[in-house]
């Protein structure tokens, strides 16, 4: 199938889907790539980390002098946590893969840059049992490592155009 772009001398010029990138050049990610992103990438992240939270719960490290306000964190806060770091991660990545000609290899370098920076809050807990503190930060490799696993599964644009060449979905 055939498709009408610029090029970069501003004259039409006609491309398939199926052909690689030129240098320079980004890429479109399917709605189906980032489903499957978003499908494993967000129940598997919030599985393991209330798995992670109940454990650590029932341990008794989740207690209220942990947190400035006295107020223990809660399963509703692990979830949203976790949904808006999944969501937020999909949009960069959907982002770099417009922005970038290597979205995936990119994205892991972001990733990785924002999970040392997110260490730094669960590091800085005053009077946090050592426990709590790396129960958290777990929580936060969980949840980078899934979403870049994720990407290099289903989001790397050369895999994605093998399986639309190949006219399957998975």
């Known amino acids: 199938?055939?498709?009408?772009s610029v090029g970069s001398s501003g004259t039409p010029a006609t491309t398939t889907g199926a052909t690689a990138p030129?240098?320079?050049s980004t890429t479109r990610?399917?709605?189906?790539?980032v489903g499957k992103i978003a499908?494993?990438?967000a129940p598997v992240a919030l599985l393991a980390n209330l798995m992670l939270y109940v454990l650590a719960n029932a341990a008794g490290w989740f207690e209220p002098v942990t947190r400035p306000h006295g107020?223990?964190?809660?399963?509703?806060?692990?979830?949203?946590?976790?949904?808006?770091?999944?969501?937020t991660a999909i949009g960069a990545y959907v982002a770099l893969a417009r922005l970038?000609?290597?979205?995936?290899?990119n994205f892991t370098f972001l990733a990785a840059a924002v999970l040392v920076v997110s260490i730094f809050?669960?590091?800085?807990?005053?009077?946090?049992?050592?426990?709590?503190?790396?129960?958290?930060?777990a929580m936060h490799l969980v949840t980078a490592g899934l979403c870049v696993a994720a990407v290099w599964l289903f989001g790397r644009p050369e895999l994605i155009r093998e399986r639309e060449k190949a006219g399957t979905n998975a």
């Open 71 to 87: 107020r223990p964190i809660t399963e509703v806060e692990v979830i949203v946590a976790t949904l808006v770091a999944v969501v």
């Open 39 to 41: 499908g494993l990438c």
């Open 29 to 33: 990610v399917p709605w189906r790539a």
């Open 1 to 4: 199938m055939a498709t009408r």
């Open 100 to 105: 970038t000609r290597h979205p995936a290899r």
């Open 121 to 137: 809050p669960p590091a800085t807990l005053r009077n946090a049992p050592g426990e709590l503190v790396a129960v958290l930060i």
């Open 22 to 24: 030129s240098r320079g």
